[in-house]
């Protein structure tokens, strides 16, 4: 039942999130009361996610080495540096269309190659491919790309401590809600 519950809401996730462009005139025709639905399903599928995955029974089908585990901090730290990029329009901003995307594919793809149960792949493997579909999908809706302006300097080394600090804060969280996800801990 909890793969069930699993694979509906990495479904859900997907469908919430690619609404807007797998169907614009139906999005566009519900205007701002549309970011309300959105909203909720998109709660609803985390809620999903989070439930199915606890509830489901471990599948192993890989046992990553120990050494895994740093390439999945690197890969979770480069997701976060990737989310400040896109919110502090740094200069790398404009030499990558989609940041938040970007960051979100390394991200799972870091906990894909550590959690090697089938729960692991439908929640990580899933989230991944939906972010490649996404980026897909945007980019044929909006061939075009304008690049952001330049970015001072200074902005790339605050997204930096920022990204580090967000991965040591919400690693310690991950420590307490679930698996420590530090080396040695």
Do not use: C
Request: hydrophobic share 55%.
């Amino acid at each position: 039942m909890g793969t069930l519950i699993l694979i509906l809401g990495v479904a859900l996730w997907a469908g919430a999130h690619l609404f807007k462009r797998l169907a614009p005139e139906r999005r566009a025709a519900m205007g701002e009361s549309g970011k309300g639905p959105v909203a909720i399903a998109l709660l609803a599928s985390i809620v999903l996610m989070v439930v199915g995955y606890r509830m489901a029974d471990p599948v192993w089908l890989w046992v990553a080495p120990n050494w895994m585990v740093h390439v999945n901090n690197l890969l979770v730290f480069i997701g976060f540096y990737l989310f400040a990029v896109s919110g502090m329009k740094t200069g790398l901003h404009r030499h990558i269309r989609h940041p938040q995307l970007s960051g979100f594919k390394a991200w799972a793809l870091g906990h894909l190659l550590v959690v090697g149960t089938v729960q692991g792949v439908i929640l990580f493997g899933g989230l991944l491919a939906w972010a490649v579909v996404a980026v897909i999908v945007i980019n044929r809706a909006e061939r075009g790309w304008t690049r952001p302006p330049e970015a001072a300097g200074w902005k790339e080394g605050v997204a930096l401590v920022g990204a580090l600090f967000a991965t040591l804060v919400v690693g310690h969280i991950h420590g307490w809600l679930g698996p420590w996800p530090f080396a040695g801990g």
